[in-house]
């Protein structure tokens, strides 16, 4: 029997394959710490579970609209004029099952097949692979660490082809943390309408940001750089929704309708009683974020104090997220065990093996020669954890 080639092309997420890797092994018994996931380990705060389950006692359990429901949209267009100054009608917003979807309807409606999207990299694992399944070409291009990973419009020029149409701005940055300047963007934006392209503009952390960093929607820089970009965000990093799985877009209208038509055909409206969750999360109180964030920001001053003093490890102060991106490429080549450490791949798995730490390689991200490390999770698993890579980086030879 064919797989098509297309299927055949696509990896799996790296990051979904540790952490369902250490739950199956905490479920058979095994004491892992994970720094694999990419989601708050907070519960979903109760005004939101309580809308949730109004819902199902209300009966709203049916089919709506493909692309969400009318007050949902209202309230979307409300959060971006109270947080990022931006005015759009509910024609201008798609709500989807979770960010994700949201980029693969966005790839699928303004790509053909070898049409080009630039990436910057270090980059999520899923971008690639989504503009693959759009049958585009991911142009994965590498930001310095030394330049915090920017992407800046000299390095757009040297990766501008005919077949460019879009660019990729993900700010707050998984997994690096890198936060964009209003400087920066308007480079970027300066940038992509001289080029006719796009901007997919992935706000998903803008929550959650630290010290005195302020997010900035590239969108909110002038009319023409909005009319070419798609904005791209969601409930479930900052109100600890991930399982509820509900993304947004805001867009031109043709655009938005374009990919409220793939998305009915494709998975049909988003979760009825999550999309009721979802409102209440972002029309209600909003101290829950912040107090999360708080708590993100301790762990990550500590996390990050720890690992800079590691042996053959370093790592740049992430301004947003909930990760730690780090290079560990002195400890590849080194000896553990008897085992050559050829990549941070084999790191990573010996690590697991016989520390009982789950972290993420860098290869997923198109830095092979780093690791990412989650501190969503509480303070004394992160204390513990670094405890024990500690340990397994000092038997290095």
Not at 43 to 51: C, F, G, L, M, V
Not at 132 to 141: H, N, Q, S, T
């Amino acid at each position: 029997m064919k797989i098509s080639r297309r299927a055949l092309g696509i990896s799996s997420s790296p990051t979904l394959t540790i952490d369902a890797r250490a739950k199956q092994l905490k479920s058979e018994g095994v004491d892992v710490i994970g720094f694999g996931a990419g989601e708050p380990d907070f519960d979903t705060p109760e005004h939101i579970r309580d809308a949730a389950m109004a819902a199902i006692r209300e009966g709203f359990t049916r089919y709506t609209p493909a692309g969400g429901i009318p007050e949902l949209k209202e309230a979307v267009c409300h959060k971006f004029k109270r947080d990022n100054n931006l005015r759009y009608s509910k024609a201008q917003i798609v709500v989807s099952n979770g960010a994700k979807q949201s980029l693969a309807n966005i790839f699928m409606a303004i790509l053909d097949a070898g049409d080009e999207v630039i990436i910057p990299t270090p980059y999520w694992v899923s971008y690639p692979e989504l503009v693959k399944l759009a049958d585009g070409i991911p142009v994965c291009i590498e930001a310095a660490e030394k330049d915090g990973y920017m992407l800046t419009a000299a390095l757009l020029k040297k990766h501008l082809s005919p077949r460019t149409r879009a660019i990729v701005v993900n700010s707050p940055s998984n997994p690096t943390g890198l936060l964009y300047t209003q400087e920066e963007l308007f480079a970027i934006a300066a940038y992509a309408i001289k080029n006719n392209l796009w901007i997919i503009s992935d706000e998903i952390y803008e929550k959650l940001i630290y010290d005195d960093a302020e997010h900035i929607s590239i969108a909110s820089l002038g009319e023409e750089i909005k009319k070419r970009t798609i904005v791209v965000n969601g409930v479930s990093k900052a109100y600890a929704m991930t399982g509820w799985r509900i993304g947004y877009t805001a867009s031109e209208p043709e655009l938005a309708a374009a990919m409220d038509r793939i998305q009915s055909h494709a998975t049909s409206n988003p979760n009825s009683i999550a999309q009721k969750a979802a409102l209440a999360a972002l029309s209600g109180p909003q101290q829950c974020v912040e107090e999360m964030r708080q708590v993100f920001s301790g762990r990550r001053s500590y996390a990050l104090g720890r690992i800079n003093k590691m042996p053959y490890l370093s790592c740049g102060t992430p301004e947003g997220a909930f990760y730690l991106f780090v290079n560990a490429g002195q400890a590849c080549g080194r000896n553990f065990r008897g085992t050559t450490i050829t990549d941070t791949d084999k790191l990573a798995a010996l690590l697991l093996e016989h520390y009982r730490v789950a972290i993420v390689p860098g290869r997923g991200f198109g830095a092979p020669e780093y690791v990412r490390l989650s501190y969503a999770t509480s303070m004394e698993n992160i204390s513990a954890g670094l405890d024990r890579l500690e340990d397994f980086l000092r038997e290095l030879q």
